[in-house]
């Protein structure tokens, strides 16, 4: 788009302008935002399944208090995500249903089962660990509304964070079963987590676009990069083994170097084949379907206090 108007609008993106609900943007601009915020929004959702298992088989009251609140959280980012999106002119009813029926995605790491207790431990550490490192720099994304939802969402990820490291620091110092149990979940959440950040920059078709717009502010292997090096040390802290007999510092680039995830595992994941893929769609579709009669309740509420209103 070569008009006026589009360079007038890149512009102010380099400018570091907040572009807001009613200012013009590109309509290319605000179908990423709307694709990006939404998948977000889903993932919030969603990724209350992993954990949501686990509520009533927590090990103590304090452990099932703590991680009934993050759970609720998760759907409050969610909602607040949806408000986001809905600035730029899609419905959360729209996005709802295109999350149902396939057409929208959401986190690929939210397809990995939760096997044991230490896996609670290991999605706060991990999952939340590399949802804070691409939701920080998200804080001075160019669209207002998404920047400021970032503000306050990366707060209570950080809580989430380290409540996760808590349950592992419980874990890898307590028996030896526990042990055992904190390093297989680190074995088994580690390449998923990886995973997260996107497919490696060569393979991601909406990067270049999305950090001219600065809808990104950092390419999926930089983010990646950051991850490994925090928490690497945060893995030794624990005595526990990063699952990568490659994992080296690297003194010449200042990082790690480490094995790559299986890609084909996740092209295979975000089409649809991932091993709770089924699963995780269902439990949605299930939700929305026995949610109809609470939906329609208060909209015929609705409908009766206008209609008095006009008598
Ligand atoms: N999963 O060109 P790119 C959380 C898709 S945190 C599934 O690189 P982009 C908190 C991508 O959509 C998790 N799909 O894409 C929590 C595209 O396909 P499309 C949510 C993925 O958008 C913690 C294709 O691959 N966080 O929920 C993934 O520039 C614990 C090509 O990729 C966010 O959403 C993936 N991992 O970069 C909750 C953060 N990666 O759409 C509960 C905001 C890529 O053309 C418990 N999002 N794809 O069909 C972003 O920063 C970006 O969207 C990226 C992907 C970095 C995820």
């Known amino acids: 788009d070569n008009s006026p108007k589009a360079a007038a609008f890149q512009a102010r993106i380099d400018r570091g302008e907040k572009i807001e609900p009613k200012d013009w943007m590109p309509e290319g601009y605000r179908k990423t935002l709307i694709r990006q915020i939404g998948q977000h929004a889903h993932s919030e959702i969603v990724g209350q399944l992993p954990e949501g298992n686990w509520i009533t088989r927590a090990p103590t ?19 607040y995500l949806y408000c986001a999106a809905e600035t730029l002119g899609v419905s959360r009813d729209e996005l709802t249903e295109m999350l149902l029926d396939g057409r929208m995605k959401y986190s690929s790491i939210f397809n990995y089962p939760t096997l044991t207790w230490a896996d609670m431990g290991a999605v706060g550490w991990l999952v939340d ?3 804070i490192m691409n939701q920080v720099p998200l804080q001075r994304t160019s669209y207002g509304p998404y920047a400021r939802a970032m503000v306050r969402i990366c707060k209570e990820e950080s809580f989430h964070q380290r409540q996760g490291f808590d349950i592992m620091m419980k874990m890898a110092n307590g028996t030896e079963a526990q042990r055992r149990m904190a390093q297989d979940a680190l074995d ?3 390449y998923p987590s990886l995973m997260m950040f996107g497919p490696s920059d060569k393979d991601s078709v ?17 983010l990646r990069q950051k991850f490994v090096d925090q928490t690497v040390p ?7 083994t990063v699952p990568d007999p490659d994992l080296r510092w690297n003194e010449e680039k200042g990082g790690y170097d480490f094995t790559q995830p299986d890609w084909s595992e996740f092209f295979e994941v975000i089409k649809g084949n991932g091993p709770c893929n089924a699963e995780r769609l269902e439990a949605r579709n299930r939700a ?11 909209m015929a509420h609705a409908a009766k206090k206008r209609a008095a209103k006009v008598a």
């Open 129 to 131: 660990g590399a949802a």
């Open 206 to 222: 909406h990067s270049a676009q999305s950090m001219a717009w600065r809808i990104k502010m950092n390419t999926n292997d930089e």
């Open 234 to 240: 945060q893995a030794e802290y624990l005595g526990l």
């Open 288 to 298: 929305w379907d026995e949610g109809r009669w609470v939906r329609d309740g208060l």
């Open 61 to 79: 009251l304090e452990r099932k208090a703590i991680l009934l609140a993050k759970v609720q959280d998760e759907a409050g980012h969610g909602l």
């Open 188 to 190: 088994r959440f580690w």
